[in-house]
């Protein structure tokens, strides 16, 4: 069985479904929240989220790294990677199991 995933449009109909604003509200609201994160991320911040996780943005640096299929060493130049890590409660949540939609099956 493929694992699931959850679209942007699904996210903007359960808080269409869950809020009460109109389908074009919840869709800029959603638009708007994911807007904010990303441009937090791109500052340096960290966005922590309660009861869900906390991204942040690590620098890695410069080194060297070898192709498998030649051997042959080649430079990974330093960048800046998406560090997500999940709060203790989502953790939980995932390793018990829980969640609404398999509930309802």
């Known amino acids: 069985m493929a694992p699931k995933t ?6 903007s109909e359960a808080v269409y479904q869950e ?7 919840s869709a800029d609201l959603l638009e708007s929240v994911l807007s904010e994160i990303s441009s937090a991320l791109a500052r340096g911040e ?4 309660s009861s869900f996780g906390s991204f942040s943005v690590r620098k890695k ?10 051997g042959e060493e080649v430079p990974i130049f330093p960048r800046k990677v998406l560090v997500f890590r999940p709060s203790q409660l989502l953790k939980n949540r995932i390793n018990d ?5 398999d509930a309802a099956e």
């Open 6 to 11: 959850v679209t942007r449009a699904q996210l």
């Open 19 to 25: 809020v009460g604003l109109s389908r074009n509200e």
């Open 46 to 49: 960290a966005v922590k989220i």
């Open 61 to 70: 640096g410069q080194r060297v790294g070898r192709n498998p299929k030649t």
């Open 97 to 101: 199991g829980v969640d609404e939609g």
